[in-house]
């Protein structure tokens, strides 16, 4: 058998030992009834999304859109039933079970204001904390908050009441997200993931945010967490984790449609249909959706740059500094020979997608989950350091099994990306190819010992990154590969009186990067039930992307003609004659056409964070929740953007250009020395960039490497409060500095983040079925660099609105307005100016 064979063989292998081992055998089943019911508000409209649980047992389903719910196999005898709802006190019903018999335990839910503190994440320990007593900076995205903008199919927009969390639009669908500082057009620092599944691509490591399977309000629980994560999530958990979880099957049983649109030609239409077979043992759920919208980005091939003029026209004044006119128009469009302005209109964002999931509940509570979707996203554009780009179709396949046993489980995914028809470089014309696929196995176990007062957490994962560029963003000699990672992890925490101490640990390796410790400390200090105190100290590291390893492209003009610099150098008697037995024309090999190219560093290593962290959460009554996180961190190892590798010593492959052999060795450091001086008319790029290749031939060289060391440190603060039983008022602030502490000449190491941000919003939700809400954003001026990005972007305040009516226990209307007033403002500079988008929809649940 093949090396490769028995790579891809320990995947299902693996996965189908442990679950064979898993899985219930017959003699764990338990003879029961079934227990039925509805659930209403005191009005008597009845309540979806109820949570019904028995106590004790790891058994719950939730009620559908007429409040109904059934619950089969319930163990005999007289049981508890527990009702819970966001937004609603807590029920309870005592009922009987008789074995073979079905009995009925109805409930009323009083509504009852948000007690945020209380809520449950899994996120920060993998496995269960309430949200005051998890050992980090984590928030909660509210269902209330992410419903109103589902039907703008752009989930980061739900992100962005989270404070600390920098989100930034690019364009209708490209977004980046980002905790803290040091953003980019291709942050990766950011792990995001959906029920375990990594999100990112593997070739370029970004969210593709437009192309995702499911709509927002069927995502069900959000949580994000700032600051490092590497102890437990191994790479990329560099500032934080967004983590997904979706509702089981037997959670949404029954049918939903939504249907909406609006301005710049939007059309969205979301099917579901959930249901439980097989006396509550089997569940499934597909969904089936459909986005059409156009975009605000506009195409820049205007010869005299006039066309980003108008555009940013809109936004400030005066306009930016273009880098210069692209050669391709947005797809759609064709450009006038003559001015070179883009003629005609941009074809449409369109999306369509859609996944099905199938769930098994074992007789022991535990859940098997067999799931996959695809996602396709037409025409999307996106930002990077060298520029935009754009690809004509973007497919994102996947698939997930996995076992889950509440804290312990087993899960294995595939995720894949595809451009079939390619992607190019605007300001260049160059195709980009891009296939790539992750296959990743993992298994966890917690565990709670000394009478609860200790619990352990385990776990271990590999995963295979296969990629193929075609030789478009990674050097042939390198491309068409596969990478593989190793990483486990370990938890251990006790709590002694008032006191929580948590250690956690986490090694990783692959063959991109030596093996890396990743370790976290904290204590937590609860005086009272509804306050604790934390302090920690955590150490993540970030991987170099594979075009920062492994570029191979031409940069700038592709050729530089040094043949008058030659001649220059053999006219000048201090160096002429040295240069006599070295043919004309060769003293850089070829002077005429020495080439100049974008060369990867494949010794680059891992950049570091190590944060020190102090933080409160604190429930004041049911009125008040209140967060207020401080941190200082300090970052290594920084990759640079593309440098001219010869003078900097970046990348040791690359050093400072030498004479050829055929001069003198005593004349040697002066010919060197004045090639040099000669090249400075020649900018920066040509003088420090000449080199020679290890071929031994000249080239100009711009590669990748490690340098700079930079603190940064803030403040994050958070806020809800209940100003009645219906009206909610909400405010985050951020407070964001950085110094660097060491740098190498020509790397500009930026934040790229505002020093102050902030936002509030009022909500207001009646049991008339009207809910209401409104908020402001605030985003002070910062400075923005990245790659050819280099230029301020304004202050920002924004206004956005949502209003809905539940009509009756079937029927929603609402209608969401981003950036209500049209202010026009961009968010990354080189990015589209967003503008104002209003929807409307209508949800029916049936």
């Known amino acids: 058998m093949t090396r490769a064979r028995a790579r891809n063989l320990v995947f299902p292998v693996s996965f189908i030992a442990a679950l064979a081992c898993a899985l219930p055998s017959r003699g764990h089943a338990q003879s029961g009834g079934a227990v039925s019911g509805i659930v209403t508000e005191p009005d008597g409209q009845p309540l979806s999304g109820v949570v019904v649980a028995v106590q004790g047992i790891s058994l719950s389903v939730a009620t559908n859109a007429t409040g109904r719910y059934v ?153 994000v967490i700032r600051g490092p994560g590497s102890a437990l999530y191994g790479a990329n958990a560099y500032n934080g984790v967004i983590n997904i979880t979706t509702p089981p099957a037997r959670d949404v049983v029954g049918t939903k449609l939504t249907l909406g649109g609006g301005e710049l030609g939007t059309a969205r239409a979301d099917l579901r249909q959930a249901d439980v077979w097989l006396n509550g043992r089997l569940g499934y759920r597909v969904n089936l959706g459909y986005a059409r919208s156009d975009d605000w980005t506009r195409s820049r091939t205007a010869k005299d740059s006039s066309d980003w003029k108008q555009e940013y026209a809109r936004a400030t004044t005066p306009p930016p500094t273009s880098p210069g006119p692209e050669r391709v128009a947005l797809i759609g469009q064709t450009t006038d020979p003559a001015t070179g302005r883009a003629l005609g209109t941009p074809d449409p964002l369109v999306t369509v997608y859609g996944s099905a999931r199938v769930d098994y509940y074992a007789a022991n509570r535990s859940i098997v989950t067999f799931e996959g979707g695809a996602a396709q996203e037409e025409n999307p554009v996106f930002m990077a350091g060298t520029g935009r780009t754009q690809a004509r179709r973007l497919v994102r396949p996947w698939v997930r099994l996995a076992w889950d046993a509440g804290g312990s489980g087993v899960s294995a995914w595939y995720s894949g990306l595809a451009l079939p028809q390619g992607q190019v470089r605007l300001i260049s014309g160059a195709p980009i190819y891009a296939s790539d696929a992750a296959f990743h196995l993992e298994g966890r176990a917690s565990h709670r010992f000394a009478r609860e007062a200790g619990r352990v957490v385990v776990g271990a994962s590999i995963q295979d990154n296969e990629v193929n560029s075609k030789g478009t963003v990674i050097g042939l000699a390198y491309d068409d590969r596969s990478d593989q990672y190793y990483g486990a992890f370990a938890q251990l925490e006790y709590r002694v009186g008032l006191v929580r101490v948590i250690g956690a640990v986490r ?13 976290k400390a904290a204590l937590v200090f609860t005086p009272a039930t509804n306050h604790a105190l934390r302090v920690s100290v955590n150490r993540a590291f970030l991987t170099p992307g594979l075009p920062a390893l492994f570029a191979a492209s031409t940069a700038g003009p592709g050729v530089q003609d040094l043949s008058a610099i030659e001649a220059q150098l053999r006219a000048d008697p201090s160096v002429g004659p040295a240069l006599a037995a070295v043919p004309t024309g060769t003293l850089f090999t070829n002077s005429a056409a020495v080439p100049e190219s974008s060369l990867g560093n494949p010794l680059l290593v891992p950049e570091t964070v190590t944060s020190y962290e102090v933080g409160y959460k604190g429930q004041i009554g049911w009125r008040a929740f209140i967060t207020l996180d401080a941190y200082a961190a300090r970052m290594e190892n920084f990759t640079t953007g593309q440098l001219p590798a010869g003078t900097t010593g970046l990348n040791p492959t690359y050093q400072p250009w030498t004479a050829p052999s055929a001069v003198p060795a005593a004349s040697r450091a002066a010919v060197e020395a004045a090639v040099l001086s000669a090249l400075a008319a020649r900018g920066s790029t040509v003088q420090n960039g000449l080199t020679r290749l290890p071929d031994g031939t000249t080239a100009v060289v711009l590669s990748f490497g490690n340098a700079g060391t930079v603190d940064e440190w803030g403040v994050e603060f958070g ?116 503008g104002r988008r209003v929807l409307a929809g209508v949800t029916s649940t049936f």
């Open 71 to 223: 619950l089969p196999r319930v163990p005999a005898g007289p049981q508890r039933l527990e009702f819970r709802r966001i937004g609603y006190a807590v029920g309870q019903v005592t009922v009987t079970v008789t074995a073979g018999t079905s009995a009925t335990a109805d409930a009323v839910l009083d509504p009852q204001p948000i007690e945020l503190g209380t809520v449950l994440v899994e996120g920060v320990s993998r496995a269960p904390d309430r949200m005051i007593d998890a050992p980090a900076a984590v928030d909660v995205v509210r269902p209330a908050t992410a419903e109103p903008v589902s039907i703008t199919g752009q989930v980061p927009l739900a992100l962005a009441r989270v404070p600390g969390l920098d989100v930034t639009q690019s364009g209708m669908s490209d977004f980046n997200v980002n905790a803290r500082g040091f953003n980019t057009n291709l942050s990766h620092k950011m792990l995001v993931l959906q029920d375990g599944r990594e999100l990112a691509t593997a070739l370029v490591i970004r969210q593709t945010w437009g192309a995702l399977a499911e709509p927002l309000e069927d995502l069900g629980r959000i949580e």
């Open 507 to 519: 090694w990783d390796d692959a063959n991109l990067y030596a093996a890396q410790l990743s370790p």
């Open 719 to 834: 806020s809800s409060i209940s100003l009645s039983r219906v009206l909610t008022a909400s405010a985050n602030y951020t407070w964001y500095n950085s110094a660097i502490r060491h740098n190498v000449m020509g790397n500009v190491p930026s934040p790229n983040t505002p020093h102050n941000k902030g936002a509030i919003s009022l909500a207001f939700a009646g049991r008339q079925g009207i809910d209401v809400g409104v908020e402001a954003r605030i985003v002070s001026r910062y400075h923005w660099t990245t790659g050819v990005w280099d230029g301020d972007i304004p202050a920002n305040q924004m206004v956005n609105l949502n209003a809905g009516y539940r009509i009756n226990p079937h029927l929603r209307v609402y209608v969401t307005a981003t950036n209500l007033f049209d202010q026009q403002r961009f968010q990354v500079y080189g990015g589209s100016v967003i």
